[in-house]
Every structure is written in C-alpha cells, then in structure tokens.
C-alpha cells in the first residue's frame, strides 16, 4: 500500500483517539465548572476563525465581498445561513469579477 494512504488512516486514528480521548475525560466529571464548559462552548468559534483569518490575508475582492455578507448575515441569521450566503456570494462573485 502507498504512504499517502498510511498517513490518511494515522491521521484518522489520531483525530478519533483526540476526540474520543477529550469525551472520556469530560465523562468523569459529574459536573463541569462553568468556565470550563464556556471555554468548551467557545472552540467553534476559535477553530472558524483559524480557518478564516490566513484566507483573509490572501483575500481577492470575491472573497471579501463574501466574508462581508457573511458576516453580516451572521448579525441576524444563523449559523447555516451565514454559510450558505458567504459561499453563493463568493461562487457568484467569482464568476463574474474573474
């Protein structure tokens, strides 16, 4: 079998026994302080803007156009909308500016 396809199965191990790893530790606790269950609630957030901030800095104008309406649909819709609105503004913007 070929390297690439040994490290996608390590790469699929390691995520599973850091994730499952993190679900057997929260698991022992009765309960969870409140400021550990914050700072749990605010991992999405840190882990989108990880993914954001470098493509920002690399950003043409169609990327732009779209991280603005996606942020201001995150204003007042949700999260899925939020989404699907930065990614038709950033096809269609693509297609038309070039």
Request: net charge positive; aromatic share 8%; hydrophobic share 60%.
């Amino acid at each position: 079998m070929s390297t690439i396809f040994w490290i996608i199965v390590a790469a699929a191990v390691a995520t599973y026994c850091t994730r499952i790893g993190g679900h057997l530790i929260i698991s022992r606790f009765d309960n969870i302080h409140p400021r550990v269950e914050a700072g749990l609630n605010a991992v999405p957030a840190a882990v989108l803007t990880t993914l954001v901030a470098p493509a920002m800095l690399d950003a043409g104008p169609a990327e732009w156009a779209a991280i603005v309406v996606a942020g201001l649909v995150a204003l007042r819709g949700g999260l899925m909308s939020m989404f699907l609105a930065g990614a038709v503004v950033l096809i269609l913007a693509r297609q038309f500016m070039g």
